[in-house]
Structure formats: C-alpha cells, structure tokens
C-alpha cells in the first residue's frame, strides 16, 4: 500500500488520504491465506491492530477488515474505518460514514456561501 507522503499537493493535505492499492495478494493459496489469517485474528485478539490490519488488507479477509474498522469507528478515526468497510465491501458499515461526510462537506459549502 503506497500513499502520497508530501503534506501537500496544490495546496490540498493529501497525506494518508490517496490510495495507489489496495487489493488483495492473488497469489496466495486457500492454505495459506487461513494460516495468515488466523495469525491476523491472534493479533487482533492481543490487541495489535495494525498488523492484523496489514494480514488482512493482503488476505482480503472481509470479516477481519469490518472488526478493524470497528475498532478505528470506536477511536473515532472515520475516515480509516471507512477504509475498512471499503476494502471489505460492507456497504452496511460503510454507508453511514459516507453519509456523515457527505453532510459535512454540505455544511461546509452552505457556510462558505453564506460568507
């Protein structure tokens, strides 16, 4: 997973916000993504989220994904458990998000109208 690094692009914060990829590793066999997945679940079970995350952004794991982003939703970072939700395609989870931001950014433009 690669992300554009400077802090801004033509006067836009782009850090941690534009994707290059995201998909899952192809080439790994049913035997082994179960083995990393279960070491992803170890790791979401002691607490290490970010290597869970990291095992099952590369297995496409779609359950380990949606208790990723619910633990992000629980810290309030929204945009990474939309992530989540995203790559795991639970547009249940993800839905509200995106409505939540839409929202914002209407109040943001009918403010700055205003002004």
Do not use: C
């Amino acid at each position: 997973m690669k992300f554009i690094t400077d802090n801004q692009k033509n006067g836009i914060p782009t850090e941690g916000l534009i994707k290059t990829t995201d998909t899952p590793v192809q080439n790994l066999s049913s035997e082994q993504k179960a083995a990393l997945n279960r070491k992803g679940n170890e790791f979401f079970n002691k607490g290490d989220i970010d290597s869970a995350k990291r095992i099952f952004i590369t297995t496409g794991y779609s359950d380990g994904l949606s208790r990723v982003g619910d633990v992000l939703l629980d810290k309030n970072k929204h945009l990474e458990a939309l992530k989540m939700y995203w790559l795991a395609h639970n547009k249940r989870k993800a839905d509200p998000i995106i409505e939540k931001i839409a929202t914002t950014i209407q109040i943001i433009i009918k403010d700055n109208q205003e002004v």
